[in-house]
């Protein structure tokens, strides 16, 4: 059996079809959802591909194993399903939409996952990059919106940035954002904090306030000629070719 693996979140839908069931984990229909995961039994060939889309199916991208996630406006799944290379097809769930960094640490099956992907849920807030289905414009029907209602912030504080939404959000708040069928994946932003000087003693990039530092530093690189003659190197002496009468300094 194929295994699906989004976010940290693996199952096999088909082996664990009971478990998901009994978790409210499948559906009969998509119409809670314009996006479905369809899994089939081999990579589809050019044929199995134009029969998906006459049926409404858009491929949008390629997630392990032998899985795709699509765009789905239709309703009905009984034509989908009903495909010979169709092994399993269902309605994008939200609980593979938060990544494991913002999800609970301790370690728990898929399927606990998909049914409740944060667990515990407090007040922190959390920097998140918000990445769209490849389907919706942040700039038309009211996305940006939608997405600050459910983050409980203003539309101001959701800023685009490199093809994603970025938000400083409360975690209780990530749910309602998970919730939104426009959504693709909510992703933690880390902050960028400066861990060590290690470089800077490197690159001998450390400061010094006084001219007295400035000079020990120079005097501990001379050499010891250079030390005997107050930093400064001592003028070399030149002989003529052939001239083995010269002395140093005739």
Known sequence: MSRIAINGVTVDPLAQADEMATHSLTFEDATESNYLLVQTTHPPTLEEKEQLAALGVVIQEYVP???????????????????TFVAWADVYLRGF?????LRSTRLRPGVAVLADPLETASPRTRNVGIVLHEDVDVSTDGVRDRIAAAAGVSPGEVRPDQGKLRMTVREEDLAALAALDDVRTIEEVPERVLYNTVAATLMHAQCHSTARSSAARARSCASPTQASTGGRSPTPRLQRPGQASDRPGT
Request: proline share 4%.
């Open 97 to 101: 939409k938060i990544a494991q960094s």
């Open 65 to 83: 194993d032998d899985t795709y996630l699509c765009g789905y406006r239709p309703t009905d799944l009984t034509a989908v399903r009903a495909l």
